[in-house]
């Protein structure tokens, strides 16, 4: 089993920067493919970005790229995702998947992840 903890979201202005952290517990080593999704009430969970166990071929959104960083730290069980220049349209709950798969077609895919954590809120405003 594998427990997921986010943080790091908060209230910023437009332009602004926050870095969001998820926490692995549990079985770390099993971990392959790691996450960012974002959903808004009553919407479906959107893609932001992935990335697999060693770190290649990191995978974003069309919306983020070149804009958001995903990284991760294996020896702490960590996975981050950097986010400057942020703009009102970033603002929704982050959540941070991960699964012991690695499937590279798949890593946009929420149904690929197994394990879930509760989210992180970012409301970029004025």
């Known amino acids: 089993q594998v427990q997921l903890v986010e ?3 908060g209230l910023v202005q ?6 969001l952290s998820c926490a692995a517990y ?3 080593g099993d971990i ?11 919407s479906e969970r959107i893609f932001v970005a992935a990335v697999t166990r060693n770190g290649d071929a990191p995978d974003y959104v ?10 991760r730290d294996n020896a702490k069980a960590y996975l981050y995702l950097q986010m400057p220049n ?4 970033d603002t929704t709950a982050y959540f941070c998947p991960a699964d012991e798969r690695e499937t590279y077609a798949a890593l946009d895919s929420q149904q690929l992840y197994y394990y ?4 992180t809120q970012v409301t970029v405003s004025s």
Do not use: Y
């Open 7 to 9: 943080s790091g979201g």
């Open 14 to 19: 437009p332009g602004g920067s926050l870095r």
């Open 26 to 28: 549990g079985r770390t």
């Open 32 to 42: 392959g493919a790691m996450a960012w999704f974002r959903q808004a009430p009553g």
């Open 62 to 71: 069309d919306s983020v790229k070149g804009r958001f960083t995903i990284s």
């Open 86 to 89: 942020l703009k009102p349209e």
């Open 116 to 119: 879930w954590g509760h989210g």
